[in-house]
């Protein structure tokens, strides 16, 4: 079995307390960056999610590991009731809060702490659950996924957009160089944090994408999968049903 990779190397400390404190400590420059260094392709893609999403016009939606709302935000366009944003980092949380409050819209988007592994929330509360750049951290996917699917409703839709890895040349050539080299040090420069733009890529690499990720929606109980590659492959929409 492949190591496990962690923000930390030398932390003896779970991959969840890693991972909370790696995002609390970027917390305040993450959007920054993430707008930066993906030269806002991030936008598209959670859009792209949002407008798959539109098709089933879910009322209750869960966005899980949403750090600081962007997904949740984005999905406002579809006028839902109520959309629940859970995360394991306070830090991301509370620039999530600060967003939501600045845009007026704290009585239809909540975000609360909360483990993805352990959800706060009955069977069957939500008429979809949405998770970007998010299942990769998860410490165990497979808790993860089946706490996801346990939560939603029946005939309900889960979305997850993650990074993959381009496979054609010259895009991977390119995006190995970008992702691996330049990448973390920008990170580390604006971040102040030496491991988490590290974390990114090796996280990335070891992540079990495409079809080997189709499988584990399946053995959860999730049917009807589907894979959308997005941007020369190096990002992923999943799509899946309960
Ligand atoms: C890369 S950020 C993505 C945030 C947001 N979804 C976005 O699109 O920008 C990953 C987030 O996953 C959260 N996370 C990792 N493991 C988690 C878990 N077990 N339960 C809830 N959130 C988790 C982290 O705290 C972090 O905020």
Do not use: C
Not at 215 to 240: C, P
């Amino acid at each position: 079995m492949s190591e496990k990779v962690i923000p930390y190397k030398n932390s003896t400390d779970s991959k969840k307390n890693q991972v909370a404190t790696m995002f609390n400590n970027i917390a305040k420059k993450y959007d920054f960056l993430n707008h930066f260094l993906s030269m806002g392709i991030d936008k598209l893609w959670r859009n792209k999610v949002v407008s798959i999403l539109k098709k089933h016009q879910p009322k209750i939606i869960l966005d899980v590991a949403t750090g600081t709302g962007d997904l949740a935000i984005t999905a406002l366009k579809l006028k839902p009731k109520k959309i629940t944003g859970i995360d394991i980092s306070t830090g991301m949380l509370e620039i999530g809060k600060q967003k939501i409050k600045k845009r007026g819209v704290e009585d239809i988007i909540e975000l609360l702490e909360g483990d993805s592994e352990n959800i706060q929330f009955p069977n069957h509360s939500f008429d979809a659950a949405i998770v970007a750049f998010g299942v990769r951290n998860f410490e165990n996917l497979q808790k993860g996924l089946s706490e996801i699917h346990r939560v939603l409703k029946p005939g309900s839709v889960f979305i997850v957009l993650e990074f993959s890895k381009p496979n054609k040349f010259p895009i991977k050539q390119v995006y190995n160089m970008y992702f691996t080299n330049i990448l973390p040090f920008i990170g580390k420069l604006f971040s102040k944090d030496n491991s988490a733009y590290t974390y990114l890529p090796q996280s990335v690499n070891a992540f079990p994408e495409g079809t080997a990720f189709l499988e584990k929606l399946k053995d959860v109980g999730f049917h009807n999968v589907k894979e959308n590659r997005l941007s020369f492959g190096i990002a992923s929409i999943y799509v899946a049903e309960k």
